[in-house]
């Protein structure tokens, strides 16, 4: 795996957990660093990506997210940040996961502003379980977490939310993967509260 970020670092081996893309820390150990029009033209746009993380205010049940704005786009309730590259991520990337917390305000039936389109996105990955599209594109609930329940997750969710007929267990996370990430990455606990 190399990892690509959208400032321009290939192949980083950052010592610690990077607050944003454009950190220094991403510098360190690249294979190389070039602009951010290379990075979208030379590799996104031309098929090299494979998989796209990506992240986002709120998340509809068709992967659809915003990273624009809550409420009406001409009177926002909040005004976020906008796409940055999310978008060219979204419709490039042979396929997206997307990595967030769920909540009722983050997860609504209908995003208020389609920033990014679900098209592509293959799971949304959760603190409570995995989200997956079925065949109409809709996102349902495909594993739980232990010690979750469906009802749980469905309280965290706007819209009525379809699981699948047998939902598959996830793993709890080795202690050496939780030494890793609580240690040697995120130590000053930036991330990872």
């Not at 991403?26 to 996104?44: C, E, H, K, R």
């Not at 389109?117 to 594109?137: A, F, H, Q, S, Y």
Request: charged share 20%.
């Amino acid at each position: 795996m190399t990892l690509i970020y959208e400032s321009g670092a290939v192949g980083a081996v950052p010592e610690r957990v990077p607050p944003s893309i454009g950190d220094p820390a991403l510098v360190t150990g690249s294979l190389m660093v070039t602009s951010m029009a290379d990075i979208f033209q030379s590799f996104l746009q031309n098929g090299k990506i494979q998989v796209g993380f990506l992240g986002g205010a709120q998340v509809d049940k068709m992967g659809n997210i915003n990273t624009t704005a809550v409420g009406s786009y001409d009177a926002p309730k909040v005004r976020l940040p906008g796409s940055g590259g999310a978008c060219e991520i979204a419709i490039h990337a042979q396929r997206v996961l997307i990595i967030t917390k769920l909540d009722k305000r983050a997860f609504p039936e209908k995003v208020d502003f389609i920033t990014s389109t679900g098209k592509r996105v293959k799971k949304i990955i959760t603190n409570m379980g995995i989200l997956e599209p079925d065949e109409t594109g809709e996102m349902v609930l495909t594993s739980l977490y232990p010690g979750v329940t469906f009802e749980a997750v469905q309280e965290n969710v706007g819209w009525k939310l379809k699981q699948k007929a047998s939902l598959a267990p996830v793993d709890l996370p080795h202690l050496n993967e939780i030494d890793l990430l609580r240690n040697k990455l995120d130590p000053k606990r930036q991330h990872i509260k």
